[in-house]
């Protein structure tokens, strides 16, 4: 997959900036499933891309999977995974991210993270914008991601 560099380089600022730890304690609850440590970050103005992080964590005794994420703050919106091959950092979508039972999946910085391409508008800190995840089994939920300054992360519990 091809990256324009301009969605490449904010991504890797996005995701190397140095964390300033802010506690949160929202989450939301739909069956099983917990989504806490949800956050974003600010955009520069110029910026068509934007990323959201959390955890969802599985309290049931069977398994669930997020098949899909939306939000009318951007024009496509996806789960991605950052790996690193050969000393090239490679971005990839994930059609469906399997949240197994009495597990926590967490996408964070250079990981598993939802990507926001076609941003509508910036990402402002102080604000907010809605995500809604829709899983297999629990249904859908659509939360607020709070939008954190630059080189903010929510600290994590695990």
Request: proline share 6%; charged share 15%.
């Amino acid at each position: 997959m091809r990256i324009p560099i301009t969605v490449l380089s904010l991504f890797v600022l996005l995701v190397t900036a140095s964390p300033l730890h802010a506690d949160s304690h929202m989450h939301s609850k739909i069956g099983d499933l917990t989504i806490s440590h949800i956050w974003s970050r600010a955009t520069p103005p110029t910026a068509k891309s934007g990323v959201a992080y959390m955890q969802i964590e599985n309290k049931g005794g069977t398994d669930d999977t997020l098949v899909s994420v939306s939000s009318p703050a951007a024009g496509n919106t996806m789960v991605h995974e950052t790996t690193m091959e050969g000393g090239v950092m490679k971005m990839s979508h994930v059609m469906a991210l399997k949240v197994p039972a009495g597990k926590t999946v967490e996408l964070k910085p250079s990981g598993l993270h939802v990507m926001l391409m076609g941003l509508k508008a910036p990402l402002k800190a102080t604000t907010s914008f809605k995500l809604t995840l829709t899983f297999e089994k629990a249904g859908e939920i659509t939360i607020d991601v709070p939008v954190l300054q630059p080189g903010k992360a929510l600290k994590q519990t695990h």
